[in-house]
């Protein structure tokens, strides 16, 4: 063996014995500058009989593109792959290599690279030319990896998310989470009934006689969806959700009071300005500090401002004490406090009303949501970072792709499958 061809093997981190580098050049092709390397792949032996009684019959060139450092300067080996004819079965074959897949022109190597690339939040034109490679071809080695989160139907986590988020051509995905581990269970391309029906049905009876419980949003039908999929499931409505509502029905009623005065009136401006002091706990307002509010050209605490606004209007303090009421309750999970208020007959504004009406017709859920330690919080972290995948992409337009690129970030894409695909030669 020549002292050339080890060094370049070296450089270059190339073990297949079959490779014989013979020399190197710089080239101009269309006015890029590529770094040539010339090989030879030769074929010892037939891969069908492994005889060594073979007739050579030429070569077939392919220029096999390899990783570089320097993306300006592109490195290509102009690899001549020996064809032999067996004189003992009579077989043609032509010698193969770990360096490139059959048929391909892209060397493994700079696959892997592109799959690590892959797993980092990054968008896959830069990562392209990065390795001096079309878009298409960091699609196909994206599409290598599988868009299954779990292949297994024969078992599922004790402790269900249920949730959906924006994706491909905005619409809504479902998703679901273990409650547990925070791994992703499963993305559906819609959120709809009959999906979720269908993609649960395939794990067995035992599988889904497994969940505890099933952590949801008041989406009205999701507790139907849990109820018939999992027998021994407890629905848990997540808390956050249920404050989100409260603040939400109150803020619309605050709006409806306030537009019933004069723009310039006092109560006007103590609605309007102060909005986010309504929706703060009670206990966290200043009581002691007053401060000058140019608004109303008074000052006052912070108290006070909530106090005289609430003032304007009884049911909108009925309201207001209902809204606060509830969301102490949650912090302290006082579940009977919760049955208190949901039965309490004060007059309050019409969206609360609709509100505290949804919480009675899921009554158990409510109160699960509150005693339980399980809420969706956890899916605030997942969408957040699919809501960041989708960004550096400028969003996508391929359902599977999205999976794929979720699954990579999060780290769940197994070696095993991976590294099947880069050793069939
Ligand atoms: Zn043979």
Redesign the pocket.
């Known amino acids: 063996m020549s002292s050339l061809n080890d060094y370049i093997k070296f450089t270059l981190d190339i073990e297949d014995k079959n490779i014989i580098f013979s020399d190197y050049s710089n080239e101009n092709i269309n006015g890029k500058i590529y770094k040539i390397y010339l090989a030879e792949l030769i074929q010892p032996t ?6 060594t009684n073979l007739k050579h019959n030429g070569h077939y060139v392919s220029n096999v593109r390899f990783i570089t450092a320097d993306a300006s300067k592109p490195v290509t080996i102009r690899l001549r792959k020996q064809r032999v004819l ?6 043609r ?1 032509m010698a193969q290599s770990n360096l490139v897949n059959k048929g391909c022109y892209i060397s493994n190597t700079s696959k892997r690279k592109i799959l690590s690339a892959l797993t980092e939040d990054r968008s896959m034109t830069s990562i392209a030319r990065e390795h001096n490679v079309s878009v298409n071809t960091v699609q196909r080695v994206l599409e290598v990896c599988s868009s299954k989160f779990y292949d297994a139907f024969d078992h599922l986590p004790e402790h269900l998310a249920f949730d959906e988020f924006k994706g491909v051509g905005k619409k809504l995905h479902f998703i679901c989470l273990d409650g547990d581990t925070h791994k992703v269970v499963q993305i559906l391309r819609t959120r709809f009934k009959p999906d979720i029906l269908r993609y649960f049905y395939k794990f067995t009876p035992k599988a889904r006689a497994m969940v505890k419980t099933v952590t949801m949003d008041l989406n009205c039908y999701y507790p139907l969806v849990a109820r018939e999929l999992f027998p021994n499931a407890q629905i848990v409505i997540d808390r956050f959700h249920m404050v989100q509502m409260l603040t939400r029905s109150f803020n619309i009623f605050r709006v409806q009071i306030m537009k019933q005065f004069n723009k310039r009136s006092r109560e006007y401006k103590l609605l309007k300005s102060p909005w986010k002091l309504y929706l703060m706990k009670y206990d966290k307002l200043n009581k002691t500090t007053p401060y000058y509010d140019w608004h109303f050209k008074d000052c006052l605490t912070q108290e006070h401002v909530v106090l005289d606004g609430l003032d304007c209007d009884q049911t909108l303090e009925n309201t207001y004490w209902v809204m606060q009421d509830f969301m102490t309750a949650i912090q302290d999970n006082d579940e009977k406090k919760v049955i208190h208020l949901l039965h309490s007959k004060q007059n309050v504004g019409k969206q609360m009303h609709q509100t505290l009406l949804t919480f009675k017709r899921n009554y158990s859920g409510v109160l699960n949501g509150i005693t339980s330690t399980y809420s969706n919080g956890c899916l605030e972290g997942v969408n957040r970072k699919i809501k960041q995948i989708e960004r550096t992409a400028y969003g996508y337009r391929n359902f599977k792709h999205l999976l794929i690129r979720i699954r990579l970030e999060e780290n769940i894409i197994k070696e095993k499958e991976s590294n099947s695909y880069f050793l069939a030669a």
């Open positions: 037939c891969p069908y009989c492994r005889s067996c004189n003992d079965c009579l077989k074959s």
